[in-house]
C-alpha cells in the first residue's frame, strides 16, 4: 500500500502545478518584509515564494522539500502519514523553506494574510541562516536541480537493472545513511594524515606553519616535526597492510572505494551520501536555525507588520510555535530565548571572566554597562556556531531556571511529568548528549581486513551516548549486505566493551565480552 502512494504522489508531482505569482495582498506584505528584514542586517538569496494546496504541499514535504526525488515507498508512507495528519485535525504544515539559491519557500495556501506574513518573516530568518551559518557553508546550492539529477540516475538503474533490485538496495543504503562524518566537510588535513582518499607518497611530509625563514626555526621547533615524525613512523608500522589507514566515521565512503560493489550500485550510494551530506547541517543547527527564524518572525511582525485586528490570531500562532511542555525540548523555543538572552547580557556587558566571577545572590543581573553589542554578538553567534557550541557556550544557570529546563520523567502511575533534578550540570550535559551527533553514537570503521579475512571491524567510541543494541543488529545485518563479508561491532553496553558479530544476514548475532585474548585491530576504541 505504502509503495502504491509513493508512486502515485510521484506521478502527481511530475506533473503538480506550483503557482509562482502571489496575489497582489501578498505580494506586497512581502516586499515590505523583505526589504525591512534587509534593513535590520538580513541578507540572503532570493527567495521564491510558491502558495500550493495542502495535496501539493504534503506531497513535496514528503520529499524533503524537493518536488522531484527518486521513487521510493518511503516517500509514500510519509506522505500517507502526514495525509492522515490532516485529515484527523492533528496538524498542518504552514510552510516550507529548501537551502538553495534561489531560496525556495512554499505557503500553504489556506493561511490566513496575519499566518502568510509570519511564515514570510520566518522564512526570510531562515534564509539569512543558510547563506552565513558556517555549518551550511559547504553545501550544494543548486540542491534542486542536484535532486532531480538523481531521481534521472536511479530511475535510470530501475529501467536496467528492475525495481525491486534498485528498492531492496535503496533500503540498505537508506539504513546507513547516518553513519557519515559531518565535520569531514570542514577539515583540512596535512599530508602526514592523508585521509584514504588521496594518493599517498609513503614520505613523510610535517605539518609546518607558514612562517619567514628567520622565523621557522621559532614557528617550527625541530622537536615538533621529531615528534610529527615518531607518529608518522608509529602510524605506519601499526596499518601495513591495513584499510583504513585512521578509523573513519564515513562509513558510505569506505564502502564506495572498498566494498565490492557492482557500478550501478557505487552510482545510488554516492548520491545516498550527498544527499547525507546535504541535509546533515539541518541537524547539527536546528535549535539555533529555529530560533533565529522565531526571533526575526517575532520582532518583524510585532514592531512593523501586525495590524491591532491580527493581534489575537498572532499570539495563537506564535504562542503555539514556542510552547515547551515540562520534559520537553523545543528548538524554537530554546533557539528563540537563547538569542534573546544573548542579546540582553551583551547589551548590558554580562559576560566575561569577571561577570562569570560574581556569586553573589543578584549581582550578575545587577550588571548593566550599557555595551549596546547585544546585535552585533547575536549576528556573530549565528554565523559560526551550531547547536552543541551554542548550548555549551551560552546555556547558563540562570537561563535553566528561568525556563524550567529541568531533567522530568513521567511517573508511570498519574502520567505527570515529575522533576527529577534541577541540577545545571546534569541538566546541561544531558542536552549536549542528546545534540552531539544528533544523539546516535560515534561508529569508526576501523579495519577492513580484519583477522586478515576481508570482514569488517566497526568500533564505538563512547561520548556519553551507549549503542542500542537492538537496532544495531538490524544496522549491522544490512552493512554485512552492503559488504558481502561477516561485520563486527565492538561497543560499550552497561560499562562492558563487547563484540556483537553478523557472519551471516539470517544467522543470529553473536556478542563476544572483549577480553586479553580477544582479536583487536591496531586502532581499538575505548
Known amino acids: 500500500m505504502a509503495k502504491g502512494v509513493g508512486e502515485t504522489a510521484d506521478n502527481s508531482l511530475m506533473s503538480a502545478r506550483l503557482t509562482t505569482d502571489l496575489p497582489k495582498e501578498l505580494l506586497d506584505h512581502m516586499q515590505r518584509i523583505k526589504q525591512r528584514a534587509i534593513d535590520y ?29 527518486y521513487p521510493h515507498w518511503r516517500w509514500g508512507m510519509e506522505y500517507d502519514k502526514l495525509a492522515k495528519r490532516d485529515a484527523y485535525g492533528l496538524g498542518r504544515i504552514y510552510e516550507m523553506v529548501i537551502n538553495t539559491d534561489p ?18 518573516a520566518h522564512v526570510y530568518g531562515h534564509a539569512d541562516f543558510f547563506k552565513h551559518n558556517f555549518w551550511f557553508s559547504k553545501t550544494n546550492r543548486k540542491m534542486m536541480d542536484e535532486m532531480a539529477n538523481h531521481a534521472t540516475r536511479v530511475r535510470r538503474h530501475i529501467d536496467r537493472r528492475g525495481q525491486d533490485n534498485v528498492e531492496r538496495f535503496l533500503d ?9 562524518d559531518p565535520h569531514s566537510m570542514f577539515v583540512k588535513r596535512g599530508p602526514a594524515r592523508l585521509p584514504e582518499t588521496e594518493v599517498d607518497d609513503g614520505e613523510f611530509h610535517p605539518d609546518r606553519y607558514a612562517a619567514k625563514e628567520y622565523m621557522d626555526p621559532f614557528i617550527n621547533p625541530a622537536s615538533d616535526l621529531e615528534r610529527q615524525k615518531k607518529e608518522f613512523d608509529d602510524r605506519r608500522q601499526q596499518s601495513a597492510g591495513r584499510v583504513p589507514l585512521e578509523p573513519t566515521r564515513d562509513l558510505l565512503m569506505f564502502l564506495m572505494q572498498y566494498g565490492q560493489l557492482a557500478e550501478w550500485q557505487r552510482d545510488i550510494l554516492a548520491l545516498i551520501r550527498d544527499e547525507a551530506y546535504y541535509f546533515a ?10 530560533g533565529w527564524a522565531t526571533y526575526w518572525h517575532s520582532k518583524l511582525m510585532t514592531q512593523h507588520f501586525l495590524e491591532s485586528s491580527e493581534i489575537v490570531d498572532y499570539a495563537d500562532q506564535h504562542s503555539g510555535v514556542v510552547h515547551m511542555p515540562p520534559g520537553g525540548l523545543n528548538p ?29 545572590i543578584g549581582e550578575r543581573e545587577a550588571v548593566d554597562h550599557k555595551h549596546g553589542k547585544g546585535r552585533e554578538k547575536i549576528f556573530e553567534v549565528r554565523r559560526i556556531y551550531n547547536d552543541v557550541s551554542f548550548i555549551d557556550e551560552f546555556l547558563t544557570p540562570e537561563f535553566v531556571e528561568r525556563h524550567h529546563m529541568y531533567q522530568y520523567r513521567r511517573d508511570p502511575q498519574t502520567g505527570e511529568a515529575r522533576i527529577v533534578t534541577r541540577d545545571f550540570g546534569a541538566v546541561k550535559q544531558t542536552m549536549l548528549h542528546f545534540l552531539t551527533n544528533s544523539g546516535q553514537p560515534f561508529v569508526y570503521v576501523v579495519d577492513g581486513n580484519y583477522l586478515n579475512r576481508g570482514e569488517l571491524f566497526l568500533a564505538h567510541k563512547y561520548i556519553g551516548v551507549e549503542v542500542d543494541a537492538a537496532k544495531a543488529v538490524e544496522v549491522l545485518r544490512n552493512i554485512r549486505m552492503l559488504w558481502g563479508r561477516p561485520v563486527h561491532l565492538q561497543m560499550r553496553v552497561n560499562d562492558e566493551m563487547l563484540v556483537l558479530s553478523i557472519n551471516d544476514p539470517n544467522d543470529r548475532p553473536k556478542r563476544e565480552k572483549i577480553t586479553d585474548d580477544t582479536p583487536a585491530p591496531a586502532h581499538i576504541m575505548g
Open 41 to 69: 542586517g538580513l541578507d540572503f538569496y532570493e527567495v521564491v515564494f510558491e502558495r500550493l494546496d495542502f495535496a501539493t504541499m504534503n506531497q513535496i514535504a514528503a520529499y524533503g522539500g524537493f518536488p522531484t526525488r
Open 103 to 120: 531560496c525556495y519557500a512554499y505557503l500553504q495556501e489556506s493561511n490566513s494574510v496575519t499566518d502568510q506574513k509570519l511564515v514570510m
Open 172 to 180: 540498505l543504503c537508506h539504513s546507513v545513511d547516518h553513519l557519515i
Open 281 to 290: 547541517p539541518q541537524g547539527m543547527t536546528k535549535i539555533m536555525n529555529e
Open 332 to 360: 524554537y523555543k530554546i533557539g528563540v530565548e537563547l538569542f534573546k538572552e544573548i542579546e540582553r547580557r551583551w547589551d548590558r556587558g554580562q559576560h566575561g571572566p569577571q561577570w562569570e566571577s560574581l556569586q553573589g
